[in-house]
C-alpha cells in the first residue's frame, strides 16, 4: 500500500489507537482526530475531589492471544493489571459469587492509563470534532466544527461508533455499509462517607450485576482497583431500556434514582452520600450480536474504512481486534 501513505483516523478509542499505531509502525504518516478532551472515548475515567470513577468500561477481559500479547506489553510498564475482582450477582434479592471465565484487567491507576499510554507515540488532535469528509483531487479533506480544513489524506479510517459515523458520512454512503443502532448506558459515580457494609457471609465484593432491578444492572467499587486511593467510591449502570427511556432527564435526577435503585437493591442500609452526579453515554454499546466479517469495514475505491467495536461486539477486546485487523488489512492492499 505504498500509494496509501497520508493517513487520518478518525477517534481516538481504543480501535482508533489500535489502527493508527500499527499502521505508524508499518512507517505511514498518521493523524488521529477526536472530540475528546483526552484520548479514550468509553475507557473513561472521571478525576474529580472525589477520586477516580470509570465511567465506561468497567474492566476488559482478555480472550484472544493476540491481544494477550499485546496486553503484555504494557503490564510490564505498569499500565495495565490483571483485576481478580470478587464478581457477584444479585437475582431475586440473592447474593452470589461469579467466578471469571477470562482474565480480567484494569488501567492503573485508571482506565485511561491505556489509552493515553497508546496515544503518546500518535500525532493526535484533541478537542477536534471532524464534522464532513469530502473527496477532493483525488485525496480527502477533512473539516472540523470550527472550520478548519485538514487536507490531504490518501485514507481516512472512521472509528465512532456507529450512529456517529452514519451521521458524518451521510446516509448515502452509511447505507451501503447497513451500520447497526446502539444502545445508551447512563453511569453514575457515588462517593460514601464510610465503607459499605457487606452482605451476609460475604467477606467483600469489587462488582455486582443485578438481574431483576428495573433500573440497574451493575454496580462496582472503584477504591478496589489496583493503583487506586481507598475511599468507598461506586460507579452505577443503568440498564439500557431505561437508559433510552430516560436519555433526555436532567443528570441531577438520573443520578438521585440510580443511587435509590442501588438502595432498593443492597442488601445493607447504605452509609451517607457525599457526593454523586450522572454521565450520559448516547452510544454505549450495539443493540445486537454482529454477524460475523472480516471486523471492520473497508472501501478500496474510496479509500475509506470504518472500524470499532460495533463491527465486532461491544467489548474493548473486540474493538482492539477491529482496528488490529483494519490496519492488517490496509497493510496488505
Ligand atoms: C458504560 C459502559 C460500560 C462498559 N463496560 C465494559 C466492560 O466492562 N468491559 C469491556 O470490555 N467493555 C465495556 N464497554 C465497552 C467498551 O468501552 C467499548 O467496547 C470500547 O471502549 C469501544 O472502543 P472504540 O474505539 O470502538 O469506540 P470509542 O471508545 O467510542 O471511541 C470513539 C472515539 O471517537 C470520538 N469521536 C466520535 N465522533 C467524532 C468526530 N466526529 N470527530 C472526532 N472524534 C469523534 C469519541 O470522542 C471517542 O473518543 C463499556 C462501555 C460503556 C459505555
Redesign the pocket.
Known amino acids: 500500500m505504498d500509494f496509501l501513505h497520508n493517513i487520518a483516523v ?7 489507537l489500535t489502527a493508527a499505531r500499527a499502521l505508524q509502525q508499518a512507517g505511514k504518516s498518521v493523524q488521529v ?4 478532551r483526552r ?5 473513561s475515567t472521571r478525576a474529580n475531589a472525589y477520586g477516580l470513577f470509570d ?7 482478555v480472550r484472544d492471544s493476540e491481544f494477550a500479547r499485546f496486553i503484555e506489553t504494557f503490564e510490564q510498564r505498569g499500565v495495565v493489571t490483571r483485576w481478580p475482582g470478587v464478581m457477584a450477582h444479585i437475582d431475586s434479592g440473592r447474593w452470589q459469587t461469579r467466578q471469571p471465565e477470562h482474565p480480567r484487567y484494569s488501567g492503573t491507576p485508571s482506565m485511561v492509563t491505556l489509552t493515553e499510554a497508546m496515544a503518546a507515540p500518535l500525532e493526535v488532535h484533541s478537542q ?4 464532513s469528509l469530502s473527496h477532493e483531487s483525488s485525496q480527502w479533506v477533512l473539516r472540523d466544527q470550527e472550520e478548519r480544513v485538514w487536507p490531504g489524506f490518501d485514507h481516512v479510517i472512521v ?3 456507529a450512529p ?1 459515523a452514519r451521521e ?1 458520512l451521510g446516509s448515502e454512503t452509511a447505507l451501503r455499509w447497513a451500520l447497526p443502532e446502539m444502545s445508551s ?1 447512563w ?1 453514575t459515580w457515588v462517593r460514601f462517607n464510610t465503607p459499605l457494609s457487606m452482605p451476609a457471609g460475604v467477606d467483600t465484593w469489587d462488582g455486582v450485576s443485578f438481574d431483576d432491578s428495573p433500573v440497574l444492572r451493575w454496580a462496582a467499587r472503584n477504591q478496589t482497583r489496583p493503583g487506586r486511593s481507598e475511599g468507598e467510591r461506586l460507579t452505577l ?1 443503568a440498564r439500557d431500556d431505561w437508559s433510552d427511556r430516560y436519555l433526555e432527564r436532567d443528570p441531577v435526577e438520573i443520578a438521585d434514582d440510580m443511587v435509590s435503585a442501588f438502595r432498593a437493591c443492597y442488601p445493607e442500609a447504605l452509609p451517607a452520600v457525599e457526593a454523586q452526579g450522572a454521565h450520559r ?1 448516547r452510544y ?2 450495539p443493540r445486537a450480536p454482529i454477524e460475523k466479517g472480516p471486523g471492520y469495514r473497508l472501501d478500496e475505491e474510496m479509500n475509506l474504512s470504518l472500524c ?3 463491527c465486532i461486539d ?6 482492539w481486534q ?1 482496528g488490529h485487523r483494519l490496519a492488517q488489512a490496509l497493510c496488505h492492499l
Open positions: 478518525i477517534g481516538a478509542g481504543m480501535a482508533g482526530f477526536d472530540k475528546g484520548p479514550g472515548g468509553r475507557m465511567l465506561g468500561a468497567q474492566y476488559f477481559s477536534v470534532r471532524i464534522t472509528a465512532i461508533p456517529q458524518l448506558c453511569s449502570l453515554w454505549a454499546q470499532g467495536d460495533w461491544g467489548r474493548v477486546e473486540a474493538a477491529s
